[in-house]
């Protein structure tokens, strides 16, 4: 037996296969992350350019807000892909007489899945509040015949 020499263990056919299969998963997961994290990337910097536009588009108003469009929809002027729109809000607390809750809505006609943008305003009312008359006249009564 001193003349023989030892057999060097080798790697089988299916030790390779599996090896290759677990790296190739490793590198499928790796992949799938990335492509993930740059999405995400991407539609952060979509929303923060968003924020930017609509901050400088409030930024315009701020010295007149009664001319503030509400109830009305448009595109910024330096981004067309960026609509916004103003809706009034009923107010959930009567106790703010002459104040108009406006919702702004930025979305991305790129990813009009969701807005991009969502922010409440409390406005002063352009007119005073409506308010109810009592009704001082008599009920209805049938006529006697």
């Known amino acids: 037996m001193c003349g023989m020499r030892c057999p060097k263990r080798a790697m089988t056919l299916i030790e390779v296969l599996a090896a290759l299969v677990l790296l190739g998963s490793l590198l499928a997961a790796t992949t799938l992350a990335e492509g993930r994290f740059a999405r995400r990337w991407r539609d952060g910097l979509r929303r923060l350019h968003a924020i930017r536009m609509t901050d400088q588009w409030l930024t315009q108003w701020a010295d007149n807000w009664d001319a503030f ?77």
């Open 69 to 145: 469009p509400t109830d009305d929809e448009g595109t910024f002027a330096d981004d067309a892909d960026l609509a916004w729109r103003t809706t009034r809000v009923e107010s959930p607390d009567a106790a703010l007489p002459g104040l108009n809750i406006v919702q702004l809505t930025v979305t991305d006609h790129r990813d009009a899945d969701a807005p991009t943008v969502v922010l409440e305003m409390s406005l002063a009312a352009t007119a005073p509040p409506a308010t109810t008359q009592p009704d001082n006249s008599p009920p209805d009564s049938q006529p006697s015949s």
